[in-house]
């Protein structure tokens, strides 16, 4: 008998875990993935995932399949992996100056297979398809989600819809879409709308809705905290800062604490800080009202990932940030332009959103609420390659033309096809 059930947050109703509703079937509230613990948790279940650690072929090869004992214990022969995760914990002196933080690591998500964390949620979630027999798969974007589903829909052999808010997603995400060969509508809407639609057509034509609504998505990407907890050889740091969108990853990240502390894998739990960009900060500023109140705005950012206005894993966030004493803040785009551009230039890479982490650590340990002898793990979520064009807007000064550029801006240089001339740059 399988350990493994689904429990909705709102009304507490338990299906079974092969229940192929992405909402509670009674009142339609957000469900959870909930496991019987482990038979063997502490030492036990570390030395399970230490031994598991550098295997190359099969699904212990996965940086997500690796802790299956926290993700899907039932998955089986269903599996579809690509594999993704064993995502880098990277060191920079550069970064960590800029941020105030001697000891900042970052987890470079955009090492995965389509350059973002979100294949660690999807390869659970088209696994769970599998085993649903679902006969298609959807989900609402604003780039990275999209980019995910197409190509592990493609693996599978499913079909895939996504739907995504027309001129507001970043190229590389919006080339993966159609090249990985899902059906690609672009919505004359914000992503918000987009969820809604992916939402409702989920129920009436019987797709299955793949955006982290769905509770199988969560529980993959809980292992991004997993897996930066045995880099660490399971000593936590103080914080783990993510950028935060639609909150599903500030959910997932909660969880994986939550639960490696009730299974004795850590004893103590880092602070999560969740960073949101200023155009588009409904859970900051809900957190700066003490959560009294759920807030949705109108998104405007230049970090695309994150222009969400009405995140809807809200309240499997609050409980995140409530249950690891975490922080929510903001950061203009300015700062995030900046922290990308030394993130960049460092040698890393990252696309805006994931640059929000960092701007984000910078000013909590300008308010004093990051110590600068703090033990920072930052999240870089996706990829520098998913977002081109803000990369040469803000180097290339596209526009506006006459304001001053950038002071990390490197302008290229033309020049005609002489030796002189590469001289003379050269001396500039
Ligand atoms: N960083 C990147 C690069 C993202 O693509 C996203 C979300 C986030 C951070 C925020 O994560 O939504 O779990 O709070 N992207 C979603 C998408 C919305 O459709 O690709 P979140």
Not at 125 to 154: K, M, P
Request: neutral net charge.
């Amino acid at each position: 008998m399988s350990g493994t059930i689904q429990v909705c947050a709102a009304c507490g109703s338990e299906t079974p875990e092969t229940d192929p509703h992405p909402r509670c079937p009674r009142c339609r509230g957000l469900l959870e993935v909930r496991h019987q613990p482990p038979a063997q948790g502490g030492n036990a279940l570390r030395a399970t995932f230490d031994a598991r650690w550098g295997v190359r072929r099969g699904p212990f090869a996965s940086g997500v399949w690796r802790y299956c004992e926290a993700v899907l214990p039932t998955a089986g022969e269903h599996i579809l992996s690509y594999p993704e995760g064993n995502t880098p914990l990277l060191a920079h002196a550069t970064v960590a100056r800029w941020t105030g933080v001697q000891d900042v690591l970052l987890k470079h998500e955009g090492q995965n297979p389509t350059g973002s964390f979100k294949d660690r949620g999807m390869t659970v979630g088209v696994t769970q398809a599998r085993r649903v027999r679902a006969r298609a798969v959807a989900c609402a974007s604003t780039g990275n989600t999209a980019a995910s589903l197409s190509a592990y829909a493609a693996l599978a052999g499913l079909p895939a819809l996504v739907l995504v808010p027309k001129g507001q997603v970043a190229l590389g995400k919006l080339a993966q879409a159609l090249a990985y060969g899902a059906r690609t509508l672009l919505v004359r809407g914000n992503f918000d709308d987009c969820l809604e639609l992916a939402d409702q057509a989920s129920d009436r034509l019987g797709v299955y809705l793949l955006n982290s609504v769905n509770p199988f998505r969560i529980e993959g990407q809980k292992t991004i905290v997993l897996e930066l907890l045995q880099q660490l050889a399971w000593e936590p740091p103080d914080w783990i800062v993510l950028p935060a969108g639609n909150l599903g990853n500030t959910a997932a990240f909660g969880k994986a604490l939550e639960e490696a502390r009730e299974w004795g894998v850590i004893d103590r739990v880092p602070r999560l800080a969740a960073v949101q960009a200023d155009g588009a900060a409904p859970f900051a500023l809900s957190f700066r009202g003490g959560f009294a109140e759920r807030r949705r705005v109108e998104p405007h950012t230049v970090a695309s990932a994150i222009s969400i206005g009405n995140p809807v894993s809200y309240d499997r966030a609050v409980r995140a940030i409530r249950s690891t004493n975490g922080v929510v803040t903001s950061v203009s785009d300015d700062d995030i332009l900046e922290a990308k551009a030394v993130v960049d230039a460092a040698g890393i890479g990252c696309e805006p959103a994931s640059a929000a982490a960092l701007a984000g650590t910078r000013r909590l340990v300008q308010e004093g609420v990051v110590r600068p002898r703090d033990r920072v793990v930052a999240v870089l979520t996706g990829h520098l390659l998913k977002d081109p064009e803000t990369v040469r807007h803000y180097h290339e000064q596209i526009e506006p033309p006459h304001s001053p550029p950038p002071a990390r801006a490197n302008r290229p240089i033309e020049i005609e096809a002489r030796l002189t001339e590469v001289e003379r740059a050269m001396r500039g």
